[in-house]
């Protein structure tokens, strides 16, 4: 049993918009490679060409299919990682301390030298957040790329996730979302940020931005107002063409 | 509670960051490629590139990977067993140059069109066609044909340039944007940027597209359109839109070919003796050249000469759309959109483009010099590539795009579409096809180009194709990127010729590049009566182990992107933005740890020993070293390189002499270069003096070349004319009829679909994308992407998932005319309820790319290739049309038509073929490394 931190200074997390997020991935391979090279074991690949491919990512797209009654299907692609919960049940269970929640920002952290590989953060996690490492044998997660973002031999707009930095569609959004006069802490008001599985009582820090209302071009709307025909043949169309050329 | 562990928060990132361009696709984004000890650590975007600004994508990101993919080629090899077995034997660069210089050197002396040399996801095309061009065979082209050339073409005759490396969307202002038949592609960043800063300002997004997946899945309107009637949609439109007026008339009078007269006897357009266009002033009454100073011409003019009355291009378009088979309900049933919906498009489109009118405060002067005190916008813009273009009747509905956009009076003002410099460029300025063979001697000129008219075919006197590809025959005349579909096909056949050489780079022809990807191996591994390969001689050059290697007879592996000097020029495919022209290098930021060499060095290489001209010295010496003296040496004309920056002494631009430390200057720069556009010529390009004046003075021009964009096509009208008999180049007379009709010099739309029998027993459209963690990209057999997507089942849509009893995971037979093949499905709702899909390139060869064979791509994964076929079926006319656009000869991939069926679950997905044996063994079990100083 590892004890959360009371309060922490900050709560630093990410705001993910499902309005913009297109399902690319570059947040996936991004977070890989600098979290392979960086904090901790490597994120190995089990069988990496062969016919079950396993590899440990900190953060995986998941892709779902919405289909309203009265409108057409769509796909909303959801980005998901740790959410560096206030409190976070993958801490509360671990029987070494290896995971903890960092007082000064928040950040959940796996301590691999303390880890025993025993999984239950992982069955703790209502998110799926943990993935053990198949060949390291050790649990990983996201980080914040705590190795990126207090990191000095970055420039200072570089001290961001990876992901962050390399979505393209602008679709990640990271800060202190203690602060609520915080860039990300105004995004989540403007925008109604929500969180997700508020019901597990996990209280996560990091955001989802929902997806704007679809398809509102409605059907039924024949009243089409900027469509006020002219003509239609071309004899009265010319005869509004030489009009309208009068007044040019 | 414990204390919190020790943290180093500022690690040491790396050695040193070299920044290159990245070559994981076609979009040529600028890296920082991090490096411990010498070894690529880590790859992210370059901040100050002009094309990602930073950002990288999921194969970007994945670069690692590719360079250290264990399915590199690592040396030269022949092949010793049959071909298509995969059993070779390595040999040394010298006796692989010596037996391509004996195979091809003889056919340069007697014969040089015996060689067909095709390059695929070719980046160095103007150097690649240099080579060709100086060996002298007219077969040369790279991948555009199976690509997107409808797309390409139509733009450049319709306007001077189209989308993608033409132009862009005005992302800072514009409020409404439509996207038709781009789903995943083409280009990968820059679109998702793009799309990430309009929907921050809460422009709308409409995604029209049988699919919603990825940019449609974000789009706030969708339209489920029925494949291959995207141009009966926007002609429909287009009439909704004239009927209420809400079309530029001022743009239109100024800008385009919509006042200029057309004889009513021929259909050609009316001109003085300088051959210039002729409008009608409105403000004097005067007949005179387009752009003769200070007229306002006329759009409702007529011109009466010797008792013919011509009238105006804008008479015949508005004759032509406003007729009631374009109404809304008319089309209705055959897009598959309601016309309500139909209406309420053409609706948002006309308040957006008309009451969202806005100024910029920025002065500019006309071609007719006419001063400007604002820059008028008009924020509506459009985006398509191949979704609208690999049809059969692609060309027309590119066409029919592009003139919306030009009624509507957005093309290059504020809000709408913007050119990319070296575009706009007018059709007129680009080269002819050039054919012309002379035994060991150079070609008369560059392979490709645009026809403007039947004399521009490249047909030898008895009316024969010159081109093994039969591109700019009367089967496709305006195939300005050739048929590299074809090539493998014709040569079998030996129609028009048989060759001897096929040269092939970056092209997995044997498997997901070809139609019929069974017809095609079979074609490769045939012999003739005597025994021999019917394609004697095939010469392949790639950095893996794809599936074309096995089909080769001599490997000339190549490196990877981050080993290799490579340029990316303004010559060829450019990175330019709407605000600057931009070139690239990429250079090695590591050195290769195999025996292999760049493409590109080798062929410098390679020309020299067959002594080419341009390759070598008048002493018979090898001009270049390599391919980076080549980049830095060359010129093209005189004072312009393959780069336009840091010429001369450093600071030239454009133009400007042999700069010997320009490499240095481009690594110096980050990997690229920008000339900005200053803020006075930044739109209405095509007329505005101040960007003609930088055009020139950048070398993009030779003088300025002000240009009217043309809503009616003359060249076409050429061909329609020469099809009804008139001119001395005639076609044959069975393409009579087809001519008459694609060769509309207005765009038109007609069905791409078979006969009413074939509709019956085939009625489900089917479709290929390729997921944006793959797009254009060589690498997903790589280790990180293949988990993303390493399975493509066929996404059906929910109402045939219940019509034939079927769950998500279950096999249908999938049948064409041509071919069945055996696959799982996913249902899927959002999507046209008359399509499936799949992902393409994701099913592998058995053997291919190192991965273990029973690796689900190659157990699972499949090609919907298989079921395309190069020809048409049979219309009993005893002709076997090619599955292609009739004006550009573009594949008609998308022209698919199935019929569906449920199966028992084969082991494997089929056909299935047997394992070819792999030159460079499989994969490592685990990865599990980091590099380490």
């Known amino acids: 049993m590892t004890l959360l931190p009371e309060n922490t200074e900050k709560k630093l997390g990410l705001v993910i918009d499902l309005d913009t997020c297109v399902g690319c991935h570059a947040c996936v391979v991004s977070c890989k490679g600098w979290n392979t090279e960086n904090y901790g074991a490597p994120l190995s690949d089990e069988n990496a060409f062969g016919a079950k491919p396993v590899g440990s990512f900190l953060n995986r797209i998941h892709s779902y299919e919405v289909s309203p009654i009265d409108k057409p299907a769509h796909l909303v692609h959801f980005p998901k990682s740790c959410l560096h919960c206030e409190n976070a049940p993958c801490v509360t269970v671990c029987p070494t301390g290896a995971s903890y929640k960092r007082v000064e920002d928040g950040i959940v952290l ?18 799926g957040a943990r993935e053990m490492d198949p060949v390291e044998k050790v649990m990983k997660k996201c980080t914040l790329c705590v190795d990126r973002i207090y990191n000095d031999n970055l420039p200072e707009e570089d001290q961001v996730p990876s992901c962050v930095r390399t979505c393209p569609a602008g679709a990640r959004h990271f800060g202190d979302l203690g602060d609520p006069n915080s860039d990300v802490s105004k995004l989540v008001e403007e925008r109604g940020g929500t969180d997700l599985m508020p019901e597990q009582g996990t209280m996560p820090v990091n955001k989802y931005l929902p997806p704007r209302p679809k398809n509102q071009m409605d059907d039924t709307d024949i009243l089409a107002p900027y469509l006020e025909p002219v003509a239609d043949e071309p004899d009265g169309f010319f005869k509004w063409l030489d009009k309208t050329l009068d007044r040019i | 509670m414990k204390d919190q562990p020790y943290l180093e928060t500022s690690p040491k990132v790396s050695d040193e960051v070299k920044q290159t361009t990245c070559y ?79 195979w091809l050197k003889p056919l340069r002396i007697k014969a040089p069109e015996k060689l067909a040399f095709f390059t695929g996801r070719d980046q160095s095309q103007s150097f690649t066609s240099y080579f060709a061009q100086m060996f002298g065979t007219p077969n040369y082209a790279a991948h555009g044909g199976f690509c997107s050339v409808n797309m390409a073409t139509a733009g450049i005759y319709t306007m001077g340039g189209a989308f993608w490396e033409f132009g862009q969307p005005d992302w800072d202002y514009t409020k409404l944007f439509i996207l038709f038949g781009v789903a995943e592609d083409h280009d990968s960043n820059p679109i998702k940027m793009g799309i990430g800063k309009i929907k921050e300002r809460g422009a709308k997004i409409v995604g029209v597209n049988p699919i919603r997946t990825g940019y449609n899945a974000v789009a706030d309107e969708w339209l489920g359109v029925t494949p291959g009637t995207d141009g009966l949609l926007i002609l429909s439109l287009i009439n909704v839109l004239i009927k209420a007026g809400k079309i530029d008339l001022e743009y239109l009078a100024k800008y385009t070919n919509a006042p200029v007269f057309i004889d009513p006897e021929s259909g050609l357009i009316l001109r003085d003796k300088n051959d210039k266009p002729l409008v009608k002033d409105r403000i004097t009454g005067k007949i005179c050249a387009f752009d003769t100073k200070g007229i306002y011409p006329d759009l409702n003019a007529t011109y009466k000469a010797r008792d013919v009355t011509s009238n105006t291009v804008f008479h015949a378009i508005i004759k032509k759309y406003i007729s009631p088979e374009y109404d809304p309900e008319k089309v209705a049933n055959v897009c598959g959109i309601s016309a309500p919906k139909i209406r309420a498009l053409a609706n948002e489109i006309a308040r957006v483009a008309f009451e969202e009118e806005f100024q910029l405060p ?19 813009s459009f985006h398509s590539m191949r979704g609208i273009s690999a049809h059969s009747n692609g060309f027309q509905t590119c066409r029919a795009l592009h003139i919306l956009q030009i009624l509507l009076g957005t093309v290059e003002v504020p809000g709408g579409f913007r050119f990319k410099p070296p575009y706009p460029k007018p059709s007129s300025i680009h080269p002819k096809p050039h054919f012309k063979v002379t035994p060991n001697a150079p070609l008369d000129g560059p392979h490709l180009g645009f026809v403007h008219g039947p004399e521009d075919l490249a047909l030898d006197e008895n009316g024969k194709p010159v081109r093994i590809d039969k591109a700019f025959s009367w089967e496709n005349p305006m195939s300005a990127h050739g048929l590299m ?17 096929l040269f092939m780079y970056m092209a997995n022809m044997s498997w997901n590049s070809s139609m019929n990807t069974s017809g095609v191996m079979k074609m490769l591994t045939d012999k003739d009566k005597k025994g021999d390969y019917v394609i004697p001689r095939i010469i392949y050059s790639d950095a893996y182990s794809s599936e074309m290697v096995a089909y080769a007879d001599l490997i000339l592996p190549d490196t990877t992107y981050l080993e290799r000097h490579d340029c990316i020029s303004l010559l060829d495919r450019p990175i330019s933005e709407a605000d600057g022209a931009a070139d690239a290098i990429r250079w090695p930021v590591i050195e290769p740890d195999r025996d292999v060499r760049g493409f590109q060095s080798v062929l410098i290489d390679l020309g020299a020993r067959l002594g080419l001209p341009g390759f070598i010295n008048e002493d018979g010496s090898a001009k270049y070293k390599d391919y980076a003296d080549y980049i830095v040496n060359h010129l093209r004309k005189p004072d312009i390189g393959p780069l336009a920056g840091f010429r001369g002494d450093g600071s030239a631009v454009g133009r400007g002499d042999v700069n010997p430390k320009q490499l240095e200057s481009y690594i110096e720069n980050g990997g690229f270069y920008v000339a900005h556009i ?30 009217i964009f043309n809503l009616y096509s003359e060249p076409m009208r050429k061909f329609q004319l020469a099809a009804e008999g008139f001119g001395e180049h005639q076609p044959p007379d069975h393409l009579r009829d087809q001519l008459k009709s694609v060769m509309s010099p207005l765009p038109i739309w007609y069905s791409n679909e078979g006969d009413l029998e074939e509709n019956t027993k085939y009625p489900i459209h089917a479709l290929t994308q390729r997921p944006m963690a793959m797009y254009h990209s060589w690498g997903s057999q790589n280790a990180w992407l293949r988990q993303i997507h390493g399975l493509n089942p066929l996404y059906v849509p929910t109402k045939i998932m219940k019509e034939h009893n079927l769950k998500t995971g279950d096999w249908v037979k999938l049948s064409s005319s041509h071919n069945t093949i055996i696959v799982p499905v996913a249902e899927m709702a959002s999507l046209n309820e008359n399509t499936v899909w799949t992902w393409n390139a994701i099913g592998k060869r058995k053997g291919a790319w190192a991965l273990d064979p029973n690796a689900p791509e190659a157990t699972k994964g499949f090609l919907l290739n298989h079921l395309i076929h190069e020809l048409q079926p049979a219309r009993g006319d005893g002709l076997r049309w090619s599955n292609s656009d009739p004006v550009t000869g573009q594949a008609a991939w998308f022209d698919l038509k199935v019929k569906l069926e449920k199966a028992t679950a084969p082991e494997e997905s089929q056909p299935s073929f047997d394992e070819i044996k792999s030159p460079v063994g499989t994969g490592p079990k685990n990865i599990s490394w980091k590099v380490r100083n």
């Not at chain 2, 590719?66 to 070779?88: C, H, K, T």
């Not at chain 2, 074809?486 to 048989?498: E, L, Q, R, T």
């Open chain 1, 110 to 127: 796996v301590n691999e030298t303390d880890c025993i590989g025993c999984g239950l953060c992982a069955w703790a996690c209502p998110y």
């Open chain 2, 678 to 707: 200053p803020e006075g010529a930044k739109y209405f390009k095509p007329w505005n003096n101040a960007y003609q004046k930088w055009a020139v003075d950048l070398g993009l021009y030779d003088t300025p070349m002000p240009y």
């Open chain 2, 24 to 102: 994981m696709c076609a979009c040529r984004c600028g890296i920082n490629v991090h490096l411990k000890d010498g070894k690529v650590s880590y790859i992210e975007g370059n901040k100050d590139h002009p094309v990602n600004q930073g950002v990288l994508c999921a194969k970007g990101s994945a670069g690692i990977m590719q360079v250290n993919a264990p399915s590199r080629l690592d040396s030269p090899m022949i092949r010793v067993g049959p071909r298509g077995s995969g059993e070779f034997k390595k040999i040394s660069w010298d006796e692989a140059l010596n037996l391509a210089v004996e």
């Open chain 2, 485 to 501: 579909h074809m090539v493998i096909s014709n040569a079998y056949a030996g129609d028009p010729y048989k060759i001897d050489t």
């Open chain 2, 362 to 380: 920025i002065e500019w002067t006309d071609f007719r010099g006419e001063k400007h005190t604002s820059m008028k916008g008009r924020p509506v």
